[in-house]
């Protein structure tokens, strides 16, 4: 009867250890990239997820956006054109020195300046220990045109107020923004 009672709980400790095993085996763990796949298996990842939007595009998708919600205008599409990506102005710190000689002896007496710059980027350090140069100033981006392609846009006030929007969110003047009637 003892031996039965000690095989029993000898049992139980094995079905137990058993069981978190099979536990440990079947969580997912992360897989290296490109490993642990079918043959013929392929992983789809959308285009927006590893390339980065650029200015441009980011400014015509929230564009495109606003004007599908206005009434009368119906599907649009919008190009924007730039004359620069914008720019980011760094913080400097300058050092000037300024020397004066002296020189007295005989024929060629009198005095020279000199002055002399140095500049030099001021950075900011992360935690990592990472220095990035710290940005005083970012310049948006200029923008040269806008045209946008507007199912409603055979209509001469959503045409107007196509361009009003346009002008009051980037500052374009009017001959600069084309709206064109869509197909």
């Known amino acids: 009867m003892e031996k039965l009672k000690n095989d029993g709980r000898n049992t139980i400790v094995i079905l137990l250890?058993?069981?978190v095993l099979l536990l440990v085996i079947a969580l997912p763990a992360g897989e290296?990239?490109?490993?642990g796949r079918a043959a013929g298996e392929t992983q789809e990842q959308p285009q927006t997820e590893t390339a980065p939007k650029s200015v441009e595009q980011e400014l015509e998708e929230r564009l495109r956006n606003i004007l599908r919600r206005?009434?009368?205008i119906g599907e649009v599409e919008v190009m924007i054109a730039m004359e620069s990506s914008g720019r980011r102005i760094v913080e400097k710190d300058l050092e000037r020195t300024q020397s004066t000689e002296e020189?007295?002896?005989g024929?060629?007496?009198g005095s020279s300046a000199q002055d002399s710059s140095r500049e030099s980027t001021v950075y900011l350090r992360d935690a990592q220990g990472n220095e990035t140069p710290y940005v005083v100033e970012e310049l948006a981006p200029q923008i040269c045109g806008v045209l946008v392609t507007a199912q409603g846009a055979g209509n001469s006030v959503v045409a107007a107020e196509i361009t009003e929007a346009v002008m009051a969110l980037f500052g374009v003047q009017a001959h600069k923004i084309k709206v064109m009637k869509m197909e």
């Open 103 to 105: 020189n007295s002896g």
């Open 17 to 19: 250890l058993l069981g």
């Open 107 to 109: 024929e060629n007496s």
């Open 32 to 35: 290296p990239q490109g490993e």
């Open 70 to 72: 206005v009434e009368g």
